[in-house]
C-alpha cells in the first residue's frame, strides 16, 4: 500500500527549501497556479531561486509575488506576457531570463521527468534561439551582459532540428483539482496543460488539491510516483481563483453600430 502523502500546512510542504533552490511551477496564464504554496513560499524568506514556469505571474498574482521582493534570481519561460515588472527587472539586469518556444518547453519538462536527457526539436531553428545571442541578461543601460550559447543543429530527413536539454528541478509547485492520498491527480481543463509537465521535472513534487477524495485508476492524469507531498486547500482557498483579463477589448462607445 503506498504510503500517505498528505501534509498538515503548506509551511510544512516547504520546510526543507533553502536559498538557490531551483522550481518548477505549473500553471497556465493564472489557470491552474499553485496560489497557496507559491504565498507559502513567500513566506519562507528564500532568496536567489530559478524558476521554470510557461511564465511569471502577473504584476501581484502568482510568480509575481516572488517576483516583486526580489526572491527569484533565474527564470526560464516561453513568453513574458503582461508582468510589466518582468519586464523592468529583465530589461535592467536584475533577472537572468531563459526565452523558449512553448511547446519546447513543455517537452523539456516532460523529458527531464521522464530521465530523457535531450532531444532534438524544429522548433527555433534559423533564429537566436538555435543560433545563440538572445540575451539572458542585460546591463542596467540595456546592453547585453550575457548571451545564450548557440545550440547544436541536426538534420533529420532533410530537415533541421535544434538540440534542447530536458529539465530537472529541485523542487516542483503544482495545483490540481482532485487528488488521493497517494498522490494521484486530476486536473481541470487548462490546468492540465503544464502541471502535469512541471510535476514530472521536480524531485520533490508537492501538489495542492482542490478537493481529496479516491480516484477512480482510469481518471488519474498524473500518477502518484511523481509526487511527494499532497496539501488539501480550504473551500475558501480552493474557490480563490484568480482571472488574468476579464474583458479582451473595450466596448463599442453609446450609438455605435457594430457589424
Known sequence: MPRDKVVATAAQALADVRDGASFAVGGFGLSGIPNVLIRALYDTGVRDLGVVSNNCGVDGGGLGVLLAAGRIARVTASYIGDNKE????????????????????????????????????????????????????????????????????????????????????????????????????????????????????????????EELTELDPDEVHLPGVFVRRVLVLTPEQAADKSIERRTTSAPPAQGTVTE
Not at 102 to 118: H, K, N, T, V, W
Not at 128 to 156: N, Q, T, W
Open 86 to 209: 518582468f519586464a523592468r527587472q529583465y530589461l535592467a539586469g536584475e533577472l537572468e531570463v531563459e526565452l523558449t518556444p512553448q511547446g519546447s518547453l513543455a517537452e523539456r519538462l516532460r523529458a527531464g521527468g521522464a530521465g530523457i536527457p535531450a532531444f532534438y526539436a524544429p522548433a527555433g531553428v534559423g533564429t537566436p534561439i538555435a543560433e545563440g545571442g538572445l540575451p539572458l541578461r542585460h546591463h542596467p543601460d540595456g546592453s547585453i551582459a550575457l548571451a545564450s550559447p548557440p545550440k547544436e543543429v541536426r538534420e533529420f530527413d532533410g530537415r533541421p532540428y535544434v538540440l534542447e536539454h530536458g529539465i530537472r528541478t529541485d523542487f516542483a509547485l503544482v495545483r490540481a483539482a482532485k487528488g488521493d492520498r497517494h498522490g494521484n491527480l486530476v486536473f481541470h481543463k487548462a490546468a492540465r496543460n503544464f502541471n502535469p509537465l512541471a510535476a514530472m521535472a521536480g524531485r520533490v513534487t508537492i501538489a495542492e488539491v
